[in-house]
């Protein structure tokens, strides 16, 4: 865990920063925290993973100033169950179990063995910049023999849910089921 230099706030990567204004404004899921700056990604339903952007950079001054005067604040969020509603399952009634424990067989491992690299050299925050970024991605895409766009999701879906691995199992492709029955569909 990084601590702030009076030791008075403790940021880490993967905890939600909410601003209690404006009210629709979604939180933000801690990336990385560095000396001078917090990079973030707006977070959202897991279906916005998808077309999330990459983490972008926060003054760490002002957000430790937010929390301090109470206008934002920490907080963690459990996986959403459409991480765990796969194609894979055989048995819906079968209890999930976390996949993180070490079976380099699961899924969730053979693809975290593929952004592993890259997920190191984002540690530096200078690789977090625009160009070099995408020259990590682009580079690690073509050692892969992979899309470009297909790689660069791997990385900040990982992000996106606080990085855990659990995250890139694939989703259920189609429409998620709806909450409210006799909805009319949208066209």
Not at 22 to 30: A, C, E, K, V
Not at 92 to 98: F, R
Not at 158 to 169: D, N, P, Q, S, T
Request: hydrophobic residues 30%.
């Amino acid at each position: 865990a990084t601590q702030h230099p009076t030791g008075t706030t403790v940021l880490e990567p993967g905890l939600l920063l909410q601003y209690k204004r404006p009210r629709n404004t979604p939180p933000l899921r801690i990336t990385h925290v560095f000396k001078k700056t917090v990079h973030v990604v707006a977070y959202g339903t897991p279906s916005e993973a998808r077309n999330a952007r990459k983490p972008h950079p926060l003054g760490r001054a002002q957000i430790e100033a937010d929390l301090k005067d109470g206008s934002a604040s920490l907080c963690t969020e459990d996986l959403p169950e459409e991480l765990f509603r796969t194609l894979f399952s055989a048995n819906p009634s079968t209890p999930k179990k976390s996949s993180s424990g070490g079976d380099s067989s699961s899924p969730s491992e053979i693809v975290f063995e593929w952004i592993k690299p890259l997920i190191k050299d984002l540690e530096t925050e200078e690789n977090l910049a625009p160009t070099r970024f995408k020259a990590l991605i682009s580079r690690r895409a073509s050692a892969l023999h992979m899309c470009d766009s297909t790689v660069r999701r791997l990385v900040i879906r990982y992000y996106y849910f606080g990085r855990v691995r659990e995250a890139l199992i694939p989703l259920v492709p189609g429409p998620q089921p709806k909450d409210v029955p006799g909805c009319a569909r949208k066209r």
